[in-house]
């Protein structure tokens, strides 16, 4: 008889355990609200096994930030301190548990791990800990944590229920940031708001962010000058795509890439019969841009014949195509980049002075990378994600030797060089961290070739060690050196870097 009211309470436990597991399945096919449906979950997770409290964060893929989406049950200081102080992967224990893969259960005594680096966890009091991470398609995406305040043995089996549990959450987690990926795209179209792509903390690219915000709706033509790889053409998007023309289209031409005549074919278009081959009338890009923007890269290359054609045309909006005698007019806005001196092609004779002028009404000057120092951690870090998902492969970090390497570099290529080398580094990496060894042999032996001991190096080292810590947040950096931000501008702009 005993046996059977064994048997019979086994079978009780373990309906029990799977009913759980359907009910979470449930909740999170409700809704594509993330924090609803990760609210409810942790719910009946807390309720289901006893415990004091619990939270679930979810990983930001941009910025690596633990958010904790949902939690429950927690004190109000901890609850401010997770909130406005968020940890990133690979800190503190939820970032270690995410950065590893790795489930961590403490039995007794749990706030007295050091592993809790931040005080305010260390005097919750913690007894019992468990903190597993959340997975979609392989990837952790999440951490899930409960805890008591007093001493708690869970059932046999309990955690192997909470541990099947992260598997509906993940993919609830996977679901709703892909609808909210959607949506944001639905809204950002809709307002003409999208600076995505643009990555930065430098001060002088939030002066040209706050440029591109005032010329965005004005009908002038824009003049982006830098050199190449400083990300000109992002910036021209980033001015269509916030613009009342955002919904028409915005195309761009490399005029050094096509010869005179078929640049200008291109461009104007082209009558029947106006040369060989020419078998009916076709539009050109000016045309193709109606409503919309019009990007000339490496404007400079441009031909003289061509530069007074363009001229003519910005001073009505009106053109012929080639070998036409029928005016043209369209309402297309000219945003034109060069990576050269354009005064100085002006001297030369090699560019229209008139044509300057007309395009240059709103100029737009972009730093190059080497005077910008302190995106280069945070740019870094963003290809590298980038590239990790690109290859399927779990790069989560880069060692503080390259990084500083990264930091000493001239980067004569820019951005566009910086990515590159980040792309090779993810791809030669053998484990979660990009090491010295993974840069590019021409990176290395640059900066190998011009080592400086002195005290202003060491200093130097420090301060790329602590944008490393902080991802290249100025503010935090400043306050673990004991600086201002001012100073900490300063001492970036006397980095010495070996000349390309």
């Not at 289209?249 to 278009?269: D, H």
């Not at 009106?318 to 005698?325: C, I, M, P």
């Not at 870090?381 to 790069?395: G, I, L, N, P």
């Amino acid at each position: 008889m005993s046996d059977k009211a064994d048997l019979n309470s086994l079978l009780t436990d373990q309906n029990n355990k799977l009913s759980m597991l359907y009910e979470i399945a449930l909740t999170v096919g409700k809704s594509l609200d993330l924090k609803t449906i990760l609210d409810d979950a942790l719910e009946k997770i807390i309720g289901f096994m006893g415990v004091d409290a619990g939270v679930i964060y979810v990983i930001d893929e941009d910025t690596l930030e633990m958010i904790p989406v949902a939690f429950r049950n927690l004190t109000d200081a901890v609850v401010k301190d997770l909130c406005e102080n968020k940890v990133k992967v690979g800190e503190c224990m939820c970032g270690t548990i995410a950065q590893c893969d790795k489930e961590v259960i403490i039995y007794e005594k749990a706030s007295l791990d050091p592993r809790f680096t931040r005080g305010v966890l260390r005097n919750e009091g913690m007894e019992f800990y468990a903190g597993l991470p959340v997975k979609a398609r392989g990837k952790v995406v999440g951490v899930l944590c409960v805890i008591t305040h007093i001493p708690y043995a869970p059932e046999r089996g309990l955690l192997d229920i909470l541990r099947a549990a992260t598997l509906p959450i993940g993919l609830a987690i996977e679901n709703a940031l892909i609808f909210d990926t959607v949506r944001r795209d639905v809204v950002d179209r809709s307002t003409h708001v999208d600076f995505r792509g643009i990555i930065t903390n430098s001060k002088r690219m939030h002066e040209v962010l706050r440029l591109v915000k005032k010329v965005m709706n004005v009908p002038s033509s824009v003049l982006i000058c830098g050199e190449s790889g400083t990300g000109k053409e992002l910036i021209a998007r980033a001015i269509h795509y916030n613009s009342k023309r955002a919904e028409k289209p915005f195309t761009p031409i490399n005029c050094a890439a096509l010869p005179e005549p078929l640049l200008e074919s291109e461009l104007f278009g082209h009558a029947k019969g106006s040369f060989t081959g020419a078998v009916s009338d076709t539009a050109g890009f000016l045309e193709a841009a109606d409503g919309g923007t019009l990007f000339l890269d490496e404007i400079n290359s441009m031909s003289a014949n061509l530069q007074l054609k363009l001229l003519r045309f910005l001073q009505d909006q009106t053109f012929y195509r080639l070998g036409s005698t029928v005016p043209v007019s369209v309402d297309v806005r000219i945003i034109a980049a060069t990576n050269q001196n354009i005064d100085e092609k002006i001297r030369e004779g090699k560019f229209r002075e008139d044509l300057y002028y007309r395009l240059n009404v709103m100029k737009i000057e972009l730093p190059a990378l080497r005077d910008r120092k302190e995106d280069i951690p945070l740019l870094a870090r963003y290809f590298m994600e980038k590239c990790s998902k690109k290859f399927d492969k779990s790069v989560r970090a880069i060692s503080q030797h390259a990084l500083m390497m990264l930091m000493r570099y001239p980067w004569p290529g820019n951005i566009r060089e910086l990515e590159n080398a980040i792309e090779r580094a993810v791809i030669m990496a053998e484990s979660a961290e990009i090491s010295l060894a993974d840069l590019p042999h021409q990176i290395i032996s640059s900066v190998q070739d011009t080592v400086d001991w002195s005290l202003d190096r060491v200093v130097q080292d420090h301060i790329a060690n602590v944008l490393s810590i902080t991802k290249g947040e100025m503010k935090k950096a400043a306050e673990i050196l004991g600086i201002n931000q001012s100073t900490l501008w300063r001492k970036l702009k006397k980095i010495k870097t070996p000349h390309p």
